[in-house]
């Protein structure tokens, strides 16, 4: 089964797209050939990856100014993207961590990370369902969680409750929404190799969480790849309410 050409032609929104895995995300996208809206909080950062989208062969690209913590500006962003074509996927990837003890979290920073991780995944999920089921359309929300939702870690408390609240958002979306032929699963990357945490996991520290992970290696953006075509296709047409983990066996690795 060929499951990047299943995603030919579907118009895809990702959420946190200005860099990281949101990035990733949308170029896998748009070298099979989808429609891809990408979305952040500061739409010009966009317009390079909307050009590099297009090159990569996508059927189309645009950009929007998207605050997913802002309900307007998610409503705002959903109708935008859905001017070009009706949506059919929507990866909900934005979110920030807290990197502080819990006891030096205050308020703001509690703030900021529910509202972009909890309450972000739900506007626009609840905004993109409302649309498909007002047109009787199907379509298919893929939450990106994180290992951190089934383990924790220290100085991500906050992170790691809202990445647990995601998971237990997607199986609730997903028991209301299966009547009207709406998925809802998520993705839970273990540690990845990008350019942001290299230094550290070239340091002493690093390299010793390394060794904990089963595999003994850093996943690689690419080892997400299918796992997502999976979940944002219709290759996965009787799964919903699921969470597939890919962290090399992390959450089953011993204490």
């Given at each position: 089964?060929?499951?990047?050409a299943?995603l030919?032609?579907?118009h895809?929104l ?5 860099s ?22 500061r739409r010009?950062r966009?317009?390079a990856?909307?050009e590099?989208l297009?090159e990569?062969?996508a059927?189309?690209?645009?950009a929007?100014e998207l605050?997913v913590s802002d309900v307007?500006s998610?409503q705002?962003?959903v ?7 009706p949506?059919d ?6 979110g920030?961590?807290?990197n ?5 979290i ?6 900021a990370?529910?509202?972009?991780n909890?309450?972000?995944v ?5 905004e993109a369902?409302?649309a498909?089921r007002?047109?009787?359309r199907?379509?298919a ?6 290992v951190?939702?089934?383990?924790v870690?220290g100085?991500?408390?906050i992170?790691?409750a809202?990445?647990?609240a995601?998971?237990?958002m997607?199986?609730?979306h997903?028991?209301?929404?299966a009547?009207?032929g ?13 350019e ?9 520290p690093?390299?010793?969480l390394i060794k904990?992970?089963?595999?003994r ?6 080892d997400?790849?299918?796992p997502f075509?999976l979940?944002a296709?219709?290759?996965s047409?009787?799964?919903?309410g699921?969470?597939?983990?890919v962290?090399?066996g992390h ?5």
């Open positions: 089964m060929d499951l990047g299943m030919k032609g579907r895809v990702v959420t946190g797209a200005s990281g895995l949101g990035r990733h995300f949308a170029q896998l996208c748009a070298r099979h050939g989808a429609l891809v809206t990408v979305g952040a909080r010009d966009l317009e990856l909307v590099k297009l990569l062969g059927e189309g690209a645009q929007v605050d307007a998610v705002r962003a109708a935008g993207a859905s001017m070009a074509s949506l996927v929507v990866v909900n990837n934005a920030i961590a807290d502080r003890p819990a006891l030096d205050d308020e703001a920073l509690y703030d990370v529910v509202d972009t909890v309450k972000g739900w506007a626009v999920s609840t369902a409302r498909w007002a047109a009787g199907p379509g929300v893929v939450n990106i969680a994180s951190l939702a089934h383990r870690a100085a991500v408390s992170y790691a809202t990445k647990a995601v998971v237990q997607t199986a609730a997903a028991l209301e929404w009547r009207y709406i998925r809802v699963n998520a993705l839970a990357p273990g540690y990845i190799s990008t942001i945490n290299e230094e550290f996991f070239q340091s002493e690093g390299l010793a904990r992970i089963p595999m290696r850093l996943g690689q953006l690419e997400l790849d299918a075509l979940l296709t219709d290759a047409r009787w799964m919903t699921t969470c597939v983990t962290d090399g959450t089953v690795s011993g204490l």
